[in-house]
């Protein structure tokens, strides 16, 4: 029989963990399966820890790993990945709103000779008009300056093999993005459609601000886009300026206008220094990521842990 591991990163979800922990105990009991849980405390400041601390010491199957301070949802996943032991892995959020009675018909949909199967939100409840419509354009845009297709309407939560989860383990990115590696792989894919409930309780970790720095790891991992948005705009420019300059000529040379204007030239400074610092911040982003890439520190650290490495 497979064993399932289910990876869990947490920040800051105490009052929702023993809740999830008792949702997943009776799934896999009605399921007859074997598994583990892996729960990955990323520099949480509240019970957190105490509370899978208190769990891990009266039933087996729970599994932790502490870091010692906060690296990043994304990065939480990869540790969790590494030290499972499963055949089978499911990736879930802790804060309730992916449904652990899913687990089943994921697992049931892997039999379909699928080696990944993620959960696509038919419904997001309680989540702003604003969020729903960022996170779906996000995706759309994703899929068009990519040659990874990510699925839309889609988290992390999903189910995947031992081989899928093996070649994540060999991915070193410092800016993760699970979702866009799982499709890089190429693997074989499902989904299947869940309603996607609100937080049972506390408040979400993840800010409009981390979207954004999420969105950029997403586009500047999968895509050279920006970079060759830099360059096109840099070459239309340059078109642009060369036929000024023949119309200021032919102006002065044959029509002998003389054009003055200092609002027309400030406007043009402006507008080529904004282009120019646009280019060289979308090459800073870049770089920047070249740079941290290179510098190989430990992608986490752990603090204290019970897993098996």
């Known amino acids: 029989m497979s064993i399932i591991s289910v990876v869990i990163p947490i920040l800051n979800e105490a009052d929702n963990i023993r809740e999830l922990y008792k949702r997943l105990a009776l799934t896999f009991s009605g399921m007859g399966a074997a598994y583990e849980i892996i729960f990955v405390d990323d520099g949480s400041t509240d019970d957190s820890l105490h509370e899978i601390k208190l769990l891990s010491s009266a039933d087996h199957h729970i599994r932790y790993l502490s870091f010692t301070r906060n690296f990043g949802h994304q990065i939480a996943i990869h540790a969790g990945i590494e030290h499972c032991t499963g055949d089978l892995m499911v990736i879930m959020d802790g804060d309730l709103q992916d449904p652990p009675e899913m687990i089943p018909s994921m697992?049931?949909?892997m039999e379909e000779h699928y080696e990944v199967v993620y959960a696509t939100r038919k419904e997001r409840k309680?989540?702003?008009?604003?969020?729903?419509?960022?996170?779906s354009l996000f995706y759309r845009i994703m899929n068009r300056i990519s040659d990874t297709e990510i699925p839309?309407?889609?988290g992390d939560f999903r189910i995947i093999t031992a081989q899928v989860a093996e070649q994540l383990k060999i991915m070193k990115d410092r800016h993760k993005f699970i979702r866009g590696e799982v499709s890089w792989t190429g693997f074989k894919q499902a989904s299947i459609e869940y309603d996607r409930e609100g937080r049972r309780s506390g408040k979400?970790?993840?800010s409009y601000r981390r979207m954004l720095s999420f969105a950029i790891d997403g586009i500047t991992g999968y895509s050279n886009?920006?970079?060759k948005f830099a360059t096109i705009c840099g070459l239309l420019i340059s078109i642009f300026s060369f036929l000024l300059i023949i119309y200021v000529l032919f102006s002065?040379?044959?029509l002998h206008e003389d054009l003055n204007g200092v609002t027309t030239i400030l406007i043009a400074v402006l507008f080529l220094g904004g282009i120019q610092l646009l280019s060289i911040g979308i090459i800073g982003e870049y770089i920047s990521r070249i740079n941290e890439q290179t510098r190989q520190r430990p992608l986490y650290i752990i603090r204290e842990s019970n897993a098996k490495s």
Request: cysteine-free; glycine content about 0%; aromatic content about 12%.
């Open 152 to 154: 839309v309407d889609t």
């Open 126 to 135: 309680e989540e702003s008009l604003l969020k729903r419509f960022t996170a």
């Open 204 to 206: 979400t970790n993840f």
């Open 107 to 109: 697992v049931k949909k």
């Open 252 to 254: 002065k040379l044959f």
């Open 225 to 227: 886009a920006p970079l």
